[in-house]
C-alpha cells in the first residue's frame, strides 16, 4: 500500500517516549541496527505505554532473511513483505497485519545509521473500547478521491451539489479560457472553496474532519481532484491560450535536441535501460485532469527510473538528484509532448489543497524537479551531440576517437592518421568531415584540391592525340601526376611502388560518403557551415545525394534552420519536393522544428521561380506540413502554410486534421479562419478572428481522462467491472438504488436487459450462448446504447447481483445469472453473494446460486465462509443446503473458529448436532441428511 500519508517522526508521542523514557532499549535497537516501528499519530489508545508496547515494536532481523522476517523483543515471529507488517498468530489468536506508511532513516550523533517504519495501527490487537476511530486512506487516482467522498459522507448528495456548482460556474464563466492565468486561478480558487464548504457541511465527515489531520487532508485533495475534473476541459483550453508562445519556443529547442543522446547528458550507463518505460510513463502525464494524477505520472517515472517495482515497492536502484536531473531532462526532449509548460504551470498553479508548510514532500520534489529540467532545456545550454551518430560510430569503429592524434586534428580542425611508406600523410574521410563540421575551408579546398590535382588527367592539348601512348606522352602523363621513373617504360620495383602508391590512392572526394550515407555536403548542411557548402558545390557536390534515411542535405538544413545553407542548395538545383524513406519533405521538418525562416525561403524561391511546390503533401502518416505547426504551436508558421494554401481540413492516415492537433486556442482560431486576400504572400496575413466559445482544442479533447491507470490495476477475475467515468459511476448508484427499492425492470433498463415478466428469457437449447436483441418495453424506450456492464460494481466492488441477494429478488438473480453475472464475485472485503444470501437468510437465492456452482469455501476478509455464516444466524436449513454439497469444515475465520465451534458457542444446538453428525457421516455431502 502506497499512501501519501506523512508526517514528522520527530513530533510521534510514541517515538518521543521511546527516546526519553526508555534510553537504554533505544540505544541499545541502534546500535545493533533493529527495526523501530512507530505508530502513527492517532493510531495508539489512551493508555500509559508500557515496557510491553515497545517490545512489540522494535525487530530483530534473522539471520536468513534479514529483509522480510524479524522476532519481535516480546517473541513474536513478524514478516514485512508489500510493506504489509504480519504478526504471526500465537497458540489463542490471528494473525494481525497493518501497513507500512512510509520508510525513514535516522542517524544518530556517532552517525549510527537506523530505521524507522511508520506504521498504519501498533503491532497488537486491542480491545474495540481502545480501536482508533480512523485509518489512514492512500489517495492516488480520482476514483479513490471519489470513493472517499461517496463512502464517508453521510448523505448521498455530497457529490451532486458538487455537480451544480461546477454546472454553474460553467455557466458563469463562459469566457473563462479568455482570461490571464492570475485571474483563472482566482476563479478556480473560489469554486474549490464553495466545494469544500459543501463537502464540509456533512456531518460525518466534519466530525471526522476534526479529529484526524491527515482525513482533512485527503478530502481537500479529492474535492481539488474532483472540481479539477469537472472543469478540466474549460480550465486547459485557458492555461494553455496563457502559455501558447512559451509552450511553441520551447518545442522549437526540444525539436532541434530530438537527435540528443543519453552520453551527450553523461547519464550513467546502468539506467540507460530504464528510458522506455519511463518515458511512456511520463508521456502519459497530458491523460489526466487532476494534479493529483499528473503528479502520480511523475511518481511512476521516478519508480522506473529507480528501477523499483511499484506494485509490491520492491526497493529498487538507488538515484541522486544529480542523476534524477539529466535523466528527466532526456525523457521530457523524448516524450513528444507539445505543452509541457502548460503542464508545469498547472501543477503549479492549481494546486489548492497543498499545505502552505515550510515541509517538503515527494509530491513538491518532483514537481520541482520537472520544472528545473525544463529550465535547463530552455537555457539553451544543450546544443544536442557533438557530432552525427553515425559518425560517432563511425569513429569509435576506426580506433579515432580517443587517439592523441585525433586529439590534435580537433584543435587545428585537421586529421591526418595515416601515412603512406614515403612519409606522406594520407587525408581520410574522418579529416573531410571534421573540416566540414569546424567550418576549416582552407582545409576542405586542400583536401578536394589534392584529389582532383593527383588524379587529373594529362591535358590533351598536351599529348599527341588523346590515345597516343608514346614514350613522350607517356612521360608527360607520369610527371603530370608527380611521377618520376627512370624512363617510361621502366617496371623496376622502385617505378612499380610510385605508381601502384597512386593508384590506391585513399584521399576522399567531394561524392566520399560513410556507412550511412553521409556526404560532406551532409555534415556541413547539418552543422550550418554555409561556406563550406558553398566550396563543396563548386567543387561538383551532388544536392541530390541521399543518407541511409533516404535525407538529401536540404533536409538537414530544412531540419537545423540554416536558411543559408538552404538558399545554395536550392539554388544549385535541390529538390525543394524531395523526400526522404519516411516521406517528409523540407516543409515537414521545417515546420515540424519552428524554422520560419526555412519555411519562408522555400516558399519564396517556389513563387518567384515559378517552381510548382505540394504545400499539401502527406509523409507516411498521412501528415501534412499544416499537420506538423499545429501539433507543436507554431502559430508564425501555421499563418504562412495557411495563406499558401495549405488544407486545415485534411486528415491523416489516423483520421486527425491539422485542427485536431491543435493544443491552444490561437491555432484553433487560424485554422478555423480564412487569411484575408493579400497582394504579396509572403508578407504575414490579415486573420479574421472567430471568437466562437466552443473552439476545441486537442489538450482538451483527451480521451479517459484519468481513468487511464484502471487497465494496468491488476484485478481479480473475480472482481466487479469499475466504472470508467464519473457519469458511469453516478449510473451504478442508480442502478443499486432501484434494486433497493424494488423497481426491478428499471435496473434491468439500465443494464440494458429483460426481466421474465415482460419478456421470459428462454434459451433456444440448454447450450445456447446467443445474445438476445432487445426491442421496446412497456417503457415506451429501447434498451439504451449506453447500458452498464452487468458485473459493474459500486466503490465498495457490491455489484448488482450482491444487492439483488442482500433484498431477496430471487427473479432478478436469475436474470442476472442468465446475463453473465459471476456467481463469486467479490466486493473489496472479498464478500460473495452466497456469503450475503447465508447472512440474510435467503434459502431460495443459496439453492440458485449453489447451482451456479458457487465457490462455498471462499473466506472473506474475516475468515468467514457461507458456513460460518450460517452457523452464526442459527438457520439450520441453510446449514443443511450448505452441508449436501460437502464444504470445508476445517477452515477457521480470523477469530480462529470453525463453523463448528462458532454453532456451540452460540449455543445452536440444532445447527451443532447437524454439523457434528456430518463430521462422523463420509456421506453427509451426497443427501443422507
Excluded at 536550392?570 to 525543394?576: L, M, R, S, T, V
Aim: glycine fraction near 6%; hydrophobic fraction near 35%; include cysteine.
Amino acid at each position: 500500500m502506497e499512501s501519501n500519508y506523512d508526517e514528522d517522526l520527530n513530533d510521534n508521542t510514541f517515538f518521543q517516549i521511546l527516546q526519553q523514557n526508555h534510553l537504554e532499549l533505544f540505544e541499545k535497537a541502534t546500535l545493533d541496527g533493529w527495526v523501530i516501528c512507530v505508530p502513527r499519530s492517532g493510531s495508539l489508545p489512551k493508555y500509559v505505554l508500557s515496557h510491553e508496547d515497545f517490545f512489540n515494536h522494535i525487530l530483530i532481523p534473522s539471520d536468513e532473511l534479514p529483509e522480510t522476517h524479524f522476532r519481535s523483543l516480546n517473541d513474536k515471529d513478524v514478516r514485512i513483505c508489500n510493506r504489509v507488517v504480519t504478526v504471526e498468530p500465537g497458540n489463542n489468536s490471528s494473525p494481525f497485519s497493518t501497513h507500512v506508511l512510509f520508510e525513514e532513516t535516522f542517524y544518530t550523533e556517532d552517525m549510527l545509521k537506523y530505521k524507522i517504519l511508520c506504521i498504519d495501527s501498533p503491532l497488537e490487537q486491542f480491545p474495540n473500547k481502545f480501536k482508533s476511530q480512523s485509518d489512514i486512506v492512500s489517495i492516488e487516482t480520482l476514483r479513490d478521491c471519489i470513493d472517499l467522498i461517496w463512502t464517508e459522507s453521510g448523505s448521498k448528495d455530497v457529490l451532486e451539489k458538487m455537480d451544480e456548482a461546477i454546472k454553474a460556474f460553467l455557466l458563469r464563466n463562459q469566457r473563462f479560457e479568455f482570461k490571464p492565468i492570475q485571474i483563472q486561478k482566482d476563479l478556480v480558487s473560489n469554486l474549490y472553496i464553495q466545494c469544500l464548504q459543501i463537502t464540509m457541511h456533512d456531518s460525518r465527515i466534519r466530525e471526522k474532519a476534526s479529529m484526524n489531520r491527515h482525513f482533512l487532508d485527503n478530502i481537500k485533495l479529492s474535492v481539488e481532484s474532483y472540481v479539477h475534473h469537472g472543469i478540466y476541459k474549460k480550465l486547459i483550453k485557458g492555461v494553455t491560450a496563457c502559455t501558447a508562445f512559451e509552450d511553441s519556443t520551447f518545442n522549437k529547442i526540444v525539436r532541434n535536441l530530438s537527435d540528443i543522446q543519453l552520453r551527450d547528458l553523461d547519464i550513467r550507463s546502468d539506467l540507460s535501460d530504464t528510458v522506455p518505460k519511463a518515458r511512456s510513463e511520463l508521456a502519459r502525464v497530458d491523460g489526466y485532469s487532476t494534479v493529483l494524477g499528473k503528479v502520480g505520472c511523475l511518481k511512476r517515472t521516478l519508480a522506473a527510473i529507480s528501477k523499483q517495482d511499484t506494485s509490491n515497492s520492491k526497493q529498487g536502484t538507488v538515484v541522486a538528484a544529480d542523476d534524477l536531473l539529466p535523466m528527466l531532462v532526456f525523457l521530457v526532449i523524448k516524450s513528444g509532448l507539445p505543452n509541457w509548460i502548460a503542464h508545469l504551470t498547472y501543477m503549479r498553479q492549481f494546486n489548492f489543497s497543498a499545505s502552505n508548510d515550510v515541509h517538503v514532500d515527494q509530491d513538491s520534489f518532483l514537481v520541482t524537479s520537472l520544472e528545473a529540467a525544463i529550465e535547463h532545456i530552455r537555457s539553451g545550454i544543450l546544443t544536442g551531440p557533438s557530432s552525427p551518430e553515425s559518425q560517432q560510430e563511425y569513429e569509435e569503429e576506426l580506433g579515432l576517437l580517443d587517439s592523441p592524434l585525433r586529439k590534435n586534428s580537433f584543435e587545428c580542425g585537421v586529421s591526418k592518421d595515416l601515412k603512406n611508406e614515403g612519409g606522406e600523410c594520407i587525408e581520410t574521410l574522418t579529416s573531410l568531415f571534421d573540416a566540414s563540421r569546424l567550418g576549416n575551408e582552407e582545409e576542405v579546398e586542400r583536401i578536394l584540391k589534392e584529389f582532383r590535382d593527383n588524379n587529373v588527367e594529362t591535358n590533351d592539348n598536351d599529348l599527341c592525340n588523346p590515345f597516343c601512348s608514346c614514350d613522350k606522352c607517356k612521360d608527360k602523363g607520369f610527371k603530370n601526376r608527380g611521377i618520376t621513373l627512370c624512363h617510361p617504360l621502366c617496371s623496376c620495383d622502385k617505378c612499380e611502388s610510385q605508381v601502384s602508391q597512386k593508384l590506391k590512392n585513399t584521399t576522399p572526394t567531394v561524392h566520399s560518403c560513410d556507412d550511412r550515407g553521409y556526404t560532406a555536403l551532409h555534415i556541413a548542411c547539418m552543422y550550418g557551415k554555409p561556406k563550406i557548402v558553398d566550396i563543396l558545390l563548386i567543387y561538383g557536390a551532388n544536392v541530390h545525394a541521399t543518407d541511409y534515411s533516404g535525407a538529401t542535405a536540404l533536409h538537414y538544413a530544412s531540419s537545423r534552420g540554416h536558411q543559408n545553407a538552404l538558399l545554395l542548395l536550392i539554388h544549385n538545383g535541390a529538390n525543394i519536393n524531395v523526400n526522404d524513406n519516411d516521406g517528409n519533405t523540407p516543409l515537414h521538418f521545417a515546420a515540424s522544428n519552428g524554422h520560419e525562416g526555412c519555411l519562408k525561403a522555400v516558399l519564396y524561391f517556389s513563387e518567384h521561380n515559378g517552381i510548382s511546390l505540394n504545400i499539401n503533401k502527406k509523409n507516411n502518416q498521412g501528415d501534412t506540413p499544416l499537420h506538423n505547426a499545429s501539433r507543436w504551436g507554431y502559430e508564425m508558421i501555421v499563418k504562412l502554410l495557411l495563406n499558401a494554401g495549405a488544407d486545415p481540413g485534411i486528415e491523416n492516415k489516423r483520421k486527425l486534421t491539422p485542427v485536431d492537433y491543435a493544443h491552444n486556442l490561437h491555432i484553433a482560431r487560424l485554422l478555423r479562419t480564412k487569411p484575408t486576400p493579400s497582394h504579396v504572400k509572403l508578407i504575414v496575413p490579415h486573420f479574421k478572428i472567430d471568437m466562437r466559445q466552443d473552439m476545441p482544442v486537442a489538450a482538451a479533447s483527451k480521451v479517459g481522462l484519468d481513468f487511464t491507470d484502471e487497465p494496468f490495476r491488476v484485478r481479480s477475475p473475480t472482481s466487479g467491472e469499475y466504472p470508467r467515468t464519473t457519469e458511469e459511476i453516478k449510473k451504478v448508484e442508480r442502478v443499486l438504488r432501484c434494486i433497493t427499492h424494488g423497481d426491478i425492470r428499471l435496473a434491468c433498463f439500465y443494464l440494458g436487459l429483460e426481466d421474465h415478466a415482460s419478456s421470459p428469457r428462454k434459451k433456444c437449447h440448454p447450450l445456447c450462448d446467443c445474445k438476445h436483441t432487445g426491442g421496446p418495453d412497456d417503457l415506451g424506450c429501447v434498451t439504451p446504447s449506453d447500458a452498464l456492464h452487468v458485473n459493474i460494481c459500486n466503490v465498495e466492488g457490491f455489484t448488482p447481483l450482491h444487492f439483488a441477494v442482500m433484498h431477496g429478488h430471487s427473479d432478478l438473480v436469475e436474470i442476472l445469472l442468465d446475463a453473465g453475472a459471476i456467481p463469486n464475485i467479490q466486493t473489496r472485503k472479498n464478500i460473495t453473494p452466497l456469503h450475503l444470501a447465508c447472512l440474510h437468510q435467503r434459502p431460495q437465492i443459496v439453492t440458485k446460486l449453489l447451482e451456479a456452482h458457487c465457490d462455498l469455501n471462499c473466506q472473506d476478509l474475516s475468515g468467514n465462509t457461507p458456513l460460518h455464516y450460517a452457523c452464526q444466524v442459527n438457520n439450520a436449513r441453510l446449514v443443511k443446503l450448505l452441508m449436501e454439497h460437502s464444504p470445508n469444515m476445517a477452515l477457521r475465520n480470523k477469530k480462529g473458529m470453525t463453523a463448528l465451534e462458532e454453532a456451540e458457542d452460540k449455543m445452536n444446538i440444532t445447527v451443532a448436532r447437524l454439523l457434528s453428525q456430518c463430521k462422523t457421516d463420509t456421506n453427509c455431502g451426497n443427501g443422507s441428511l
